[in-house]
Antibody, heavy 121, light 107 residues
Framework: EVQVVESGGGFVQSGESLRLSCSVSGFTFRSYAMHWVRQAPGKGLEFVAAISGSGGSTYYADSVKDRFTITRDNVQFTLYLQMSNLRADDTANYYC??????????????WGQGTMVSVSS | DIVMTQSPATLSVSPGERATLSCRASQSVHTNLAWYRQKPGQAPRLLIYGASVRATNIPGRFSGSGSGTEFTLTISSLQSEDFAVYYCQQYSAWPGTFGQGTKLEIK
């Protein structure tokens, strides 16, 4: 069974750091690009960051560039999002998602349940 | 960034009836368009990709159409589990962007 499970969310103060993890199983992890997508409470969906299957290419939303870093460990089947200098507007549920195709940008066919990040100003 | 605009924001339909949701892109995304359904408290689920291809295990009452800048999701006979929020997403250009969502509610 294909699964992605996020962890690492929590409540932090503005300016602090947090690292999210996403543990996957049931598919050949290194063959798929992965994204982080977030959803603020009561709001819509927003791209945060993406990484190619090999980890050689990364992409970021302008709002998080230079503050967030996406990485992956293809041996441990885990995706990470290192978040620094957090702001109140980073408060959201963060989803780990799998790209459906063999390219870095495509539809998202597998979603985790998300991990909530709350940043207090 | 490509801006995706969904309409209407809220759609009220009776169970068993047909629902039609719209999504417009600020520039052509060809057929690089997906639809998702998000039930309360759950993660989104992929319904349609390639503008018109049903994802795995998605029932036939869901259909997608369109290309370029205008897209439609049609649900032919609404079931109870279909009353949720629907998002379109373009994946033609970075960053992939989502519409603001259409809430489908029971009339």
């Amino acid at each position: 069974e294909v699964q992605v499970v996020e962890s690492g969310g929590g409540f932090v103060q503005s300016g602090e750091s947090l690292r999210l993890s996403c543990s996957v199983s049931g598919f050949t992890f290194r063959s798929y690009a992965m994204h982080w997508v977030r959803q603020a409470p009561g709001k819509g969906l927003e791209f945060v960051a993406a990484i190619s299957g090999s980890g050689g290419s990364t992409y970021y939303a302008d709002s998080v560039k230079d503050r967030f870093t996406i990485t992956r460990d293809n041996v441990q089947f885990t995706l990470y999002l290192q978040m620094s200098n957090l702001r109140a507007d980073d408060t959201a549920n963060y989803y780990c998602v799998r790209v459906a195709g063999a390219v870095d940008l495509d539809a998202f066919d597998i979603w985790g349940q998300g991990t909530m990040v709350s940043v207090s100003s | 960034d490509i801006v995706m605009t969904q309409s209407p924001a809220t759609l009220s339909v009776s169970p068993g009836e047909r629902a039609t949701l719209s999504c417009r892109a600020s520039q052509s995304v060809h057929t690089n368009l997906a639809w998702y359904r998000q039930k309360p408290g759950q993660a989104p689920r992929l319904l349609i990709y390639g503008a018109s291809v049903r994802a795995t295990n998605i029932p036939g009452r869901f259909s997608g159409s369109g290309s370029g800048t205008e897209f439609t999701l049609t649900i032919s006979s609404l079931q109870s589990e279909d009353f949720a929020v629907y998002y379109c997403q373009q994946y033609s250009a970075w960053p992939g962007t989502f519409g603001q969502g259409t809430k489908l509610e029971i009339k």
